[in-house]
């Protein structure tokens, strides 16, 4: 795109800052524009509340019978919970559709792996098809989430060994889009 020569530009110079872009690091070339404001705000809520509502309705009957599915697949309740960091650093419960093992009472989360033994044969078809997801309409319903923006990362979340803060220091304005 440009050639700079080995040297970084000023970076309000860029066509993206002029654009209303504010960059956040050269190395990965994202750039996330200022937090929405005013009827910004509230015109998204509206978007994010419409969506939810339409497509928890649209999937109710789908969601029934997949938790009946998942129930009668393995042992354990339907739905997995896991706490996730939201906007300004707010603690929130997600849900999805539990796709593995129930396992109470074990403090170990480990990541699941390709083949892992703990998928369950339900959890294998709504993870390839990303129905697990369809759950947290009804986080956006309460305000944790949007349907666009940055997915909320569990806490402790991990890129190349480091902790995703350390990765990135301007990890938690991502979630301010």
Known sequence: MFDFHGKFPDPMLLPEA???????SYVSRLYLP??????????????DVAMAVFWLTVLSVPMLAIAWAIRRD?????????????????????????TMR????VEELRQATRGDPRITGIGAWLRRTSF?????????????????????????????????????PQ???RHRV
């Open 132 to 168: 697990d997801e369809v759950p947290q309409f009804l986080n956006v319903l309460l305000g944790h989430m949007s349907v666009v923006g940055p997915r909320p990362h569990a806490p402790g979340t991990r890129a190349g060994g480091r902790l995703v803060e350390g990765v990135a």
């Open 102 to 105: 129930h396992t109470a009472g």
């Open 171 to 173: 990890y938690a304005e």
């Open 18 to 24: 002029a654009a209303g872009f504010h960059p956040i």
């Open 34 to 47: 200022p937090a929405p404001t005013g009827w910004q705000v509230y015109a998204k809520r509206c978007f």
């Open 74 to 98: 393995s042992p354990g309740p339907a739905l997995f919970r896991q706490r996730r960091i939201g906007r300004d650093g707010q603690p929130f419960v997600m849900l999805k559709f539990r």
